[in-house]
């Protein structure tokens, strides 16, 4: 009986030890760690998509700790997180042209700033905005670039929007890239049906550099490979008109689905045997 009870004396021990490891490990690699610094400047950032980040989270320059995440807030008129960052004053000459970024350490670690060294003389000041960020990664996005999708666009320089409307999207849903001549240039920012005309309205976002779209471009939705993520295809036209923030494009082409090719072939037959054909029979 006696030895029984060291038994589970010595169980519940080693639990209590393992809970206590697992604790101190996850203070030493997450955010909670390491959360004290000396005297600091403030710099804003703008991000469309924050994803988990979190106050106290780190701020890094090359991988080196500079400064942490002081807070989180929406920004109402432009829809995005407002990020302010608490910067050592070691490190106070940060060219205003760099680029905020939220990055995520490991494959399910916590996330993180990282900044990006532009190449303007001129330093960010203290209670200044760093203008070019990138919004969080989402895992959705990772593994359409893993199935063939292909990236999006970083959208640095802003961007603007377009509608389209398909009779059939397919499994198209947002995030999904926007390509023109097979370059990112923007992503899906929305898919909704629309009750009344019944097809779906697609919401682009499309990266300010790529304003000269004319007005006749078509929109196409395509698949990358045979079972890849679908996107949005640009087709651009001639038109000497170009297309604006909040313009509707009205050339498209709605998904084509699996099921419809293998009718088609099913019930068609291929090129050559209707090419074979003598005239006059079905």
């Known amino acids: 009986m006696s030895q029984r009870n060291s038994y589970a004396v010595g169980t519940g021990l080693f639990i209590v030890l393992g809970f206590a490891a697992l604790a101190y490990l996850a203070t030493q690699t997450t955010s909670i760690a390491n959360t004290h610094q000396g005297a600091s400047y403030t710099v804003q950032a703008h991000f469309a998509n924050i994803g988990q980040l979190k106050e106290r989270a780190p701020v890094k320059i090359a991988g080196v700790r500079v ?39 490991g494959l399910l670690g916590d996330q993180y700033v990282g900044i990006q060294y532009g190449n303007s003389n001129k330093d960010v000041a203290e209670g200044g905005t760093l203008a070019r960020t990138k919004p969080a990664q989402q895992l959705e996005e990772m593994l359409g670039k893993f199935f063939g999708a292909g990236g999006v666009a970083d959208n640095l320089g802003g961007s603007y929007t377009l509608k389209a409307r398909f009779s059939n999207v397919g499994a198209l ?35 300010k550099k790529y304003d000269q779209i004319p007005d006749d471009s078509a929109a196409a939705v395509f698949t990358s490979g045979l079972i890849g993520t679908q996107y949005v295809a640009i087709q651009p036209g001639g038109s000497p008109e170009m297309l604006k923030n909040g313009d509707e494009m009205v050339l498209t082409q709605s998904a084509m689905q699996l099921e419809d090719l293998i009718g088609k072939f099913l019930v068609n037959g291929s090129p050559s045997e209707q090419k074979d054909a003598p005239a006059g029979k079905q």
């Open 67 to 105: 400064g942490q995440v002081r807070s989180i807030v929406l920004d109402p008129e432009k829809e995005a997180a407002e990020v302010t960052l608490a910067i050592d004053e070691r490190y106070s000459h940060i060219p205003d042209d760099s680029v905020a970024a939220i990055f995520t350490s």
């Open 173 to 207: 849903s947002a995030g999904a890239p926007v390509k023109m001549a097979g370059v990112p240039i923007g992503s899906v920012a929305a898919v909704h049906a629309d009750p009344v005309r019944l097809d779906a309205e697609v919401i682009l976002v499309i990266d």
